[in-house]
Structure formats: structure tokens, C-alpha cells
């Protein structure tokens, strides 16, 4: 299979467009998804699919000044394109929709991670990316979110791993993670540069559950992106009281030269934290945490380049 995708361009849900249109990102998001289906979770984690009530979220993100959403919701999880599809119309927003498979906990049985190929599993990551997904033949323009389930990488998350390096490698996306609690995304950096994916295409997802400056440094000086993505959530006393330490680090970041690696985004992926149920939504971003980076003394110049100029690059097909 060759990859036919639109070189150059950012692949939306409604098509390519120039990356001159995407305007502010959120890089790392959801619009629905499920995660509490496996067996022994019990603790209902879930974003339900209320087109009205997302719909209204979303449009106060584009009224904020957004203008490109990312949705990380893979098979297992949720994913439907003609939902996202649906979603970009109703609310104005560029919309990229993710490939491949989350972690090994949702990985769906019918995918036979480990009766495959690592170039079978490749094959189909691509295949969402040049021919699409479902009767709308909807392209993905992201392989991700791709994660582990705890601080190391199971054999069948390396396989996964492996068929996102080799699929980012035939298609030009960019691939993003989910890392938690660990330094488990430089492990992550390891197989993919093991078969030969440019780091500098590569997004730790989730850094900031681990607000330590020696991990996030030896991230970027690896050349892969760093992703402070859990802000505004409240589930933990770390989120709800460590946005300080994270602000030391992200200026400590830009004081050393690292402004073309990070990246901001609010992970939205259950109900309560959307506005209408008492959370923050989508605008946590605009509301409260770039207020508080301009306190810091983070200009607007520097803010820019991390909500538009970095994830352009990184969305634009290589």
C-alpha cells in the first residue's frame, strides 16, 4: 500500500486544508468517548455523545478564539468519523480525527493486536489515512492517542507502537501519546525512533501528570514535543493544585530555548468536565490558564507559537 495523503496540508474530517486555516488548537481532545466498558472498571468514565450539549461546548472554544480541535478517540473507545464529521459542521471547527489503538486495556478484540503482523496492524493505520473511515471515507490526520496502560510498555503495546513508527514513517503524520504518572514516554520515544520515526514528529501526551522538569527536559532535548494536556481537570489534588509547578517548568522550558516543543490542551473525556455539568469545558485555556502564563511573564509572541505555530507543524503532513 502507498500513502497517498495530502503532503503539505492538514487532513480534517471534512477534507485537507492549508495550515494556514487552523488558527488556535486544542491538540489533544475528545468529543465522546467510552472508557468504562472493560471488564472490573466500575467508575462510569465517560463523555457521552449529546450532539446539542458538545456542540454548545465547542462553540464557546471557537467564540474564545479556537479554531482546530484534535479528537483522540480510537477504536475501542468511541471512535466514529461521521460523529466527528457531524461535530466540524455544527460547530465551524477544523476537526482531525486520530488512528490506530489507545491502550492495551480497550484495545478491541477483533483487532488481534497479537495474532498480527506489526506491518498488518501498520497497514491499517495507513488505510485510515489514504483511504479513510467509513462510508464517508474519512482520513485521519493523526496517529494517536497511542498509550500504555501503566509505567512500561506491555508486548502488545510495543507492537502497537512499532505499527504507529512504521505508519507515521509511510503517511507523514505525526503520532501522539498517552503517558501517565511515568517517565513511560521516553520508552515510548525508544521504539519509535527504533524503527526510525522522527522524534521531532512525536508528542508525549499527558507530561504534565508528571510535573518533573528532568523528564520533560529529556523529552524536548530529544527533539519529540512535550504536551501539558490535563489542565483545568480537578479529578486528583494534583490537578487541582499543581498548575504552579507546571508553570515554573514551562517557563524554565522557554527560558532554555524549548518554545518550538510544547504544547497546551484540556484532554476533555468525561461528562463532568464539560460547563454544563459544573466543569471547565473546552475554554479552561483561554479562562484561566493563559491569563496565568501571562502573569508569568510568557509573552504573547511565545503563547502564539505554542497554541498555533507548534501544532501547525506538527499537523501538517510531512
Not at 494556514?20 to 468514565?45: F, K, M
Request: charged share 25%; with cysteine.
Amino acid at each position: 500500500m502507498t500513502a497517498d495523503t495530502a503532503r503539505g496540508r492538514v487532513q480534517t474530517v471534512l477534507g485537507p486544508i492549508d495550515p494556514s486555516e487552523l488558527g488556535w488548537v486544542l491538540p489533544h481532545e475528545h468529543t465522546a468517548i467510552a472508557l468504562w466498558h472493560i471488564p472490573n472498571r466500575w467508575d462510569y468514565w465517560e463523555l457521552r455523545r449529546d450532539e446539542a450539549v458538545i456542540t454548545e461546548e465547542l462553540v464557546a472554544f471557537r467564540t474564545a478564539g479556537g479554531g482546530t480541535l484534535v479528537d483522540l478517540t480510537l477504536d475501542g473507545v468511541g471512535r466514529d468519523a461521521e460523529w466527528l464529521a457531524r461535530v466540524a459542521r455544527a460547530t465551524g471547527l477544523n476537526t482531525v480525527m486520530g488512528a490506530g489503538w489507545y491502550r492495551e486495556a480497550y484495545y478491541p478484540a477483533e483487532t488481534r493486536v497479537d495474532r498480527r503482523s506489526v506491518d498488518s496492524l501498520a497497514d491499517e493505520i495507513v488505510r485510515d489515512a489514504i483511504e479513510g473511515v467509513g462510508a464517508g471515507s474519512i482520513r485521519a490526520g493523526i496517529i494517536g492517542e497511542i498509550g500504555t496502560d501503566k509505567p512500561w510498555l506491555s508486548a502488545r503495546e510495543e507492537r502497537v507502537h512499532r505499527a504507529a513508527a512504521r505508519a507515521a514513517r509511510r503517511t507523514g503524520l505525526a503520532i501522539t501519546t498517552h503517558s501517565v504518572q511515568s517517565r513511560v514516554g521516553l520508552d515510548q520515544l525508544d521504539v519509535f525512533e527504533a524503527e526510525g520515526a522522527d522524534p521531532t514528529r512525536v508528542v508525549v501526551g499527558h507530561a504534565d501528570s508528571l510535573p518533573a522538569l528532568d523528564y520533560h527536559l529529556a523529552i524536548v532535548e530529544r527533539g519529540a514535543s512535550v504536551e501539558f494536556d490535563f489542565l483545568g481537570m480537578a479529578f486528583t489534588p494534583l490537578e487541582r493544585h499543581g498548575e504552579g509547578r507546571l508553570v515554573e517548568n514551562l517557563c524554565e522550558l522557554l527560558g532554555r530555548g524549548h518554545l518550538d516543543r510544547i504544547l497546551l490542551s484540556q484532554d476533555v473525556c468525561h461528562d463532568s468536565q464539560l460547563k454544563r455539568y459544573g466543569g471547565n469545558g473546552y475554554t479552561y485555556l483561554a479562562d484561566a490558564f493563559l491569563p496565568r502564563l501571562r502573569e508569568a511573564g510568557v509573552s504573547a509572541d511565545e503563547i502564539r507559537a505554542i497554541t498555533v505555530e507548534n501544532p501547525r507543524r506538527l499537523l501538517t503532513i510531512a
